[in-house]
């Protein structure tokens, strides 16, 4: 159980596109949602913490006018990478919980690598 | 602010031995902290998850230990096989939101 699905898996597109990414929770119902960038080498840094029905919150440096989050759904959340440019690529995973807040695990999709021609 | 750092950054050790992964946390208040593996250009798998108030969790092979007030946690991993290469990450929980910070990772390769 606590599947996530992400997709897509690879992505390569020229600058100034806008790329959509998926993140759905297959076997559960995801009240709360996180996007986290990959740097190569690095770990993961959080970018933003979406709740279903209300607007995401996003970390420090993160502009919520280039990433835009919808959390429309309980079993779906999206990241649109907006006018996206070379410097915007990177690995992006997402993460489902079932719960806001507390000790619940977070299951994480396979991410998404977004090259940016 | 939350830092996590991980000790070491990479470790190739021999098929069979026993290793420990060292992970230290700067603010000991934390809700509980989970060790991930993340084979090259995948996500992440989870592997043990202590609530605070836990010392240690074992699944199979593999051992976790808190001591929260120190802010460390090790990762036991017994018998290591090749299969076990990929990096290591843990990450804890701080505050409200459910929100992980991650540390640096240790990449481990087990050779044949």
């Known amino acids: 159980g606590a599947v996530v699905s992400q997709h897509p898996s690879w992505v390569i597109c020229k600058s100034g596109t806008s790329v959509k990414i998926e993140c759905r929770s297959l076997?559960?119902?995801?009240?709360?949602m996180f996007w986290y960038r990959q740097f190569p080498k690095q770990s993961l840094m959080l970018m933003a913490t979406s709740n279903e029905g209300s607007k995401a919150t996003y970390e420090q440096g993160v502009e919520k006018d280039k990433f835009l989050i919808n959390h429309a759904s309980l079993t779906l959340s999206t990241l649109t990478v907006t006018s996206a440019h070379p410097e915007d690529s990177s690995f992006y995973i997402c993460?489902?919980?079932?719960?806001?807040?507390?000790?619940?695990?977070?299951?994480f999709g396979d991410g998404t690598r977004l090259s940016i021609l | 602010k939350q830092e996590v750092t991980q000790i070491p950054a990479a470790l190739s050790v021999p098929e069979g031995e026993n290793l420990v992964l060292n992970c230290s946390f700067t603010?000991?208040?934390?809700?509980?902290l989970q060790w991930f593996r993340q084979d090259p250009g995948k996500g992440l798998t989870s592997l043990l998850l202590i609530q605070s108030s836990q010392r240690e969790q074992t699944s199979g092979r593999l051992n976790a230990s808190l001591d929260k007030s120190s802010g460390r946690s090790t990762l036991y991993i017994a018998a290591s096989q090749p299969g076990d290469s990929a990096t290591y990450l843990c990450?804890?929980?701080?505050?409200?939101?459910?929100?992980?910070?991650f540390g640096t990772g240790t990449q481990l390769k087990v050779e044949l």
């Open positions: 993460s489902a919980s079932d719960a806001g807040t507390g000790n619940q695990p977070q299951h």
């Open positions: 076997d559960f119902q995801a009240t709360t």
């Open positions: 990450a804890v929980v701080t505050g409200g939101g459910n929100k992980l910070t």
């Open positions: 603010d000991s208040a934390i809700y509980n």
